[in-house]
């Protein structure tokens, strides 16, 4: 898709390009990004998916993929753009349907949270009933909820006691 865009749109202006990149290649980025995440920093599947964000920062900003003189930062490109990383994209979409979750928005089988969380459930901590306990067992240690839990601990009290999904995206974006 990036390559469609980049024979099509390449002369058009940065503006054109980035809704382009936003509304057609990133959306098939994120696809199910929330449940299958790749957890390895040096895994293929991470860095090709941060390939095509550098590879699209480069087609929006204009700079060719040959060695330029002074050398370019595609970092301080996706900076420059005001992109979140990938990384952080996908971990707010997992907090987003943990949210989800737990104000009920989401149908989801209890069997489905046993068979994830090897310790049979997902105990609330009496004293906090914003804070899970992390399943024990390694065995299904990057699936989504034994991924999530430790993100969601981490999370200030605001974020976590919002009314509706929009007051938790928009406190989980003041968080940055």
Not at 39 to 57: F, G, S
Request: glycine letters at 2%; proline letters at 7%; charged letters at 20%.
């Amino acid at each position: 898709m990036l390559g469609f865009l980049w024979q099509s749109l390449n002369r058009c202006p940065q503006l054109l390009k980035e809704k382009s990149y936003k509304a057609i290649v990133r959306p098939k980025l994120e696809y199910c990004s929330c449940i299958c995440d790749p957890y390895q920093q040096k895994q293929k599947y991470v860095d090709q998916l941060e390939m095509v964000e550098h590879r699209t920062a480069r087609f929006v900003k204009s700079v060719p993929h040959r060695r330029t003189k002074p050398p370019t930062s595609v970092s301080a490109m996706v900076s420059d753009l005001g992109w979140e990383p990938l990384q952080t994209r996908r971990l707010h979409g997992r907090l987003n349907t943990f949210f989800k979750i737990t104000r009920g928005m989401v149908e989801l089988l209890q069997s489905t949270i046993q068979f994830h969380c090897t310790s049979r459930q997902l105990e609330v901590i009496p004293s906090n009933s914003s804070v899970f306990t992390q399943p024990s067992v390694d065995a299904y240690k990057y699936v989504f909820f034994p991924r999530t839990i430790p993100a969601w601990n981490a999370l200030p009290v605001e974020p976590v006691e919002a009314e509706s999904l929009q007051v938790f995206k928009l406190r989980l974006q003041l968080l940055q």
